[in-house]
């Protein structure tokens, strides 16, 4: 598992590699590398097809899973989504999914702690995207590896529950400067838990990322989720509006002025988704 992203190398242990750890971190260099390529050609997939890509990260049990149900339920007229979703093993999630009527691929990562962006490739060569809105790509649970990975995602949204502990920001810093927004779920149970203190874990997460937006939600209410819905289709307009601009950017003829030179060198210019992905590492 964690000789897949390097965390297995710790300071406790780097004594013990020192002879390799030159050809170690030129490893894990390329493998990053190779996967921010692999990202990039994702995300122009998403793109090209006015996609809106959605990247869930959390601790195993925060309520992912159930988000996804509720917003589902939700849903605005005229809008439609697909799920991705990743766990070491089982189809559990995406059946869970598909029983709302909506598409899901199931990857299994076999023991990689987190998805990273050839997985996701792999994923979408089962999953038609058309007439796709939003594609939700549920990570594996794990606070840390997949902060570190991208996916070709738009926007990471990191969920944060109740049931773990309100200092949870401060002791796992890396998603929560990953993340774009922060979702503290399962907020029904708040009455019968007095430890987490709703008030300290904005201030934990505030003392990492100031700015970072914070929204509380249940899935079992639907507290919050009118609200999420709206961040949702905010971000859907901005990024379709962002695409519109980059098309008329591409296919605008330049202005007389601006292909002067050019005229000069003698140069003028005018399946479905009911499938499952296995990676065992």
Same mark, same amino acid.
């Given at each position: 598992?964690?000789?897949?992203?390097?965390?297995?190398?710790?300071?406790?242990?780097?004594?013990?590699?020192?002879?390799?750890?030159?050809?170690?971190?030129?490893?894990?260099?390329?493998?990053?590398?190779?996967?921010?390529?692999?990202?990039?050609?994702?995300?122009?997939?998403?793109?090209?097809?006015?996609?809106?890509?959605?990247?869930?990260?959390?601790?195993?049990?925060?309520?992912?899973? +159930?988000?996804? &149900?509720?917003?589902? =339920? @939700?849903?605005?007229?005229?809008?439609? #989504?697909?799920?991705? !979703?990743?766990? %070491?093993?089982?189809?559990?999630?995406?059946?869970?999914?598909?029983?709302?009527?909506?598409?899901?691929?199931?990857?299994?990562?076999?023991?990689?702690?987190?998805?990273?962006?050839?997985?996701?490739?792999?994923?979408?060569?089962?999953?038609?995207?058309?007439?796709?809105?939003?594609?939700?790509?549920?990570?594996?649970?794990?606070?840390?590896?997949?902060?570190?990975?991208?996916?070709?995602?738009?926007?990471?949204?990191?969920?944060? +529950?109740?049931? &773990?502990?309100?200092? =949870? @920001?401060?002791?796992?810093?890396?998603? #929560?400067?990953?993340? !774009?927004?922060? %979702?503290?779920?399962?907020?029904?149970?708040?009455?019968?838990?007095?430890?987490?203190?709703?008030?300290?874990?904005?201030?934990?997460?505030?003392?990492?990322?100031?700015?970072?937006?914070?929204?509380?939600?249940?899935?079992?209410?639907?507290?919050?989720?009118?609200?999420?819905?709206?961040?949702?289709?905010?971000?859907?307009?901005?990024?379709?509006?962002?695409?519109?601009?980059?098309?008329?950017?591409?296919?605008?003829?330049?202005?007389?002025?601006?292909?002067?030179?050019?005229?000069?060198?003698?140069?003028?210019?005018?399946?479905?988704?009911?499938?499952?992905?296995?990676?065992?590492?």
């Amino acid at each position: 598992m964690c000789d897949t992203c390097g965390c297995a190398i710790t300071d406790s242990n780097r004594h013990l590699i020192e002879a390799q750890e030159h050809q170690t971190i030129e490893v894990l260099e390329n493998l990053l590398a190779e996967n921010d390529t692999q990202a990039e050609h994702n995300r122009a997939h998403f793109d090209a097809r006015g996609v809106l890509a959605i990247n869930l990260m959390s601790s195993p049990g925060s309520g992912k899973t +159930s988000l996804l &149900e509720a917003t589902i =339920k @939700a849903l605005p007229a005229g809008l439609h #989504v697909a799920v991705i !979703e990743g766990d %070491l093993e089982t189809e559990n999630d995406a059946e869970r999914i598909r029983r709302h009527g909506v598409t899901a691929v199931q990857i299994t990562t076999g023991m990689a702690c987190h998805l990273d962006a050839h997985m996701v490739h792999d994923a979408l060569h089962v999953l038609d995207l058309t007439g796709i809105d939003i594609l939700f790509i549920e990570n594996v649970g794990n606070l840390v590896c997949p902060a570190n990975f991208d996916i070709g995602q738009h926007h990471n949204v990191m969920l944060l +529950s109740v049931t &773990e502990g309100d200092d =949870k @920001a401060a002791k796992y810093p890396v998603m #929560v400067r990953a993340a !774009e927004q922060v %979702l503290i779920t399962k907020t029904d149970l708040l009455p019968y838990l007095e430890e987490f203190s709703v008030a300290r874990a904005r201030e934990s997460i505030g003392g990492v990322c100031r700015e970072l937006p914070i929204l509380e939600v249940s899935s079992k209410n639907g507290q919050g989720i009118d609200t999420w819905l709206e961040w949702l289709t905010s971000r859907l307009a901005a990024r379709r509006a962002a695409s519109a601009t980059e098309k008329w950017r591409r296919h605008t003829p330049p202005q007389p002025h601006e292909h002067a030179h050019s005229h000069e060198a003698g140069h003028p210019h005018h399946h479905n988704g009911h499938g499952m992905v296995h990676f065992h590492k």
